[in-house]
């Protein structure tokens, strides 16, 4: 039971490239959620899926696209990445969508934008 | 609007003594729910304790253990005999409505040996 992986770990992009962030979860979960954590701020959600076959936007969707692909996958593009992108991404799941639901979080990928 | 809040970017504690970490948040809803996350250097965050506003009883998960003040909209994290394992972020996080989850800016704690 690997509960939520996330590849890469580590990417650096230049200015304008495109990326795909992945995450998986073993855990039959519905729900699944991308952050980003920056210096000196709280996680920010940037998308989430609150069922396989539906995705809202949270609070800062500008310049990222997701795709829930299954009930397992949930992954992030960036389709032409900025500077202000760079972050660290984490990719959560929780059982629903409910307010009581603990969250499970992947270990991240550390991205930089150049 | 719904805030967290962490006045203590960086906590340190001695091995073995007890540390409380602060939170307070603002909220205009009665029924929500409180979270503690511990994220270690591995970066990958785990829920250390989770209290339900509706409950009185404080929540404790072995050394883990909160202080929850519903009119004083305080949460504060206490970690009983410290060990060097406890060094981590530690996030506060509340959790409203049909999808609402907001995270505090966290706490770096350091424990010494």
């Known amino acids: 039971n690997a509960g939520v992986t996330q590849t890469p770990k580590f990417q650096v992009l230049k200015t304008g490239q495109s990326m795909t962030l992945q995450c998986a979860q073993d855990?039959?979960?519905?729900?699944m959620y991308w952050y980003r954590q920056d210096p000196g701020m709280g996680l920010r959600l940037i998308y989430y899926?609150?069922?396989?076959?539906?995705?809202d936007k949270g609070e800062v969707p500008n310049g990222y696209n997701v795709s829930r692909l299954n009930k397992r996958e949930f992954s992030l593009r960036l389709e032409s990445a900025a500077p202000s992108q760079t972050s660290v991404y984490f990719c959560?799941?929780?059982?629903?969508?409910?307010?009581?639901?603990?969250?499970?979080f992947g270990p991240g990928t550390r991205l930089l934008v150049l | 609007a719904q805030t967290v809040t962490q006045s203590q970017p960086e906590m340190s504690v001695q091995e073995a003594e007890t540390v409380t970490l602060s939170c307070t948040y603002d909220?205009?809803?009665?029924?929500?729910?409180l979270f503690w996350y511990k994220q270690p250097p591995s970066r990958q965050m785990i829920l250390v304790i989770r209290?339900?506003?509706?409950?009185?009883q404080n929540a404790t998960e072995n050394r883990f253990s909160v202080n929850f003040q519903k009119a004083a909209k305080s949460f504060s994290l206490k970690i009983s005999d410290s060990q060097l394992g406890d060094a981590a972020m530690y996030f506060c996080?509340?959790?409203?409505?049909?999808?609402?989850?907001?995270f505090g800016t966290g706490t770096r704690l350091k424990v010494l040996a």
């Open positions: 899926s609150a069922s396989e076959g539906t995705t």
């Open positions: 996080a509340y959790s409203f409505g049909a999808y609402k989850y907001i």
């Open positions: 909220t205009s809803e009665s029924d929500y729910y």
């Open positions: 855990m039959n979960h519905n729900s």
């Open positions: 209290q339900e506003a509706y409950k009185q």
């Open positions: 959560a799941s929780s059982e629903a969508w409910d307010r009581w639901e603990t969250q499970y």
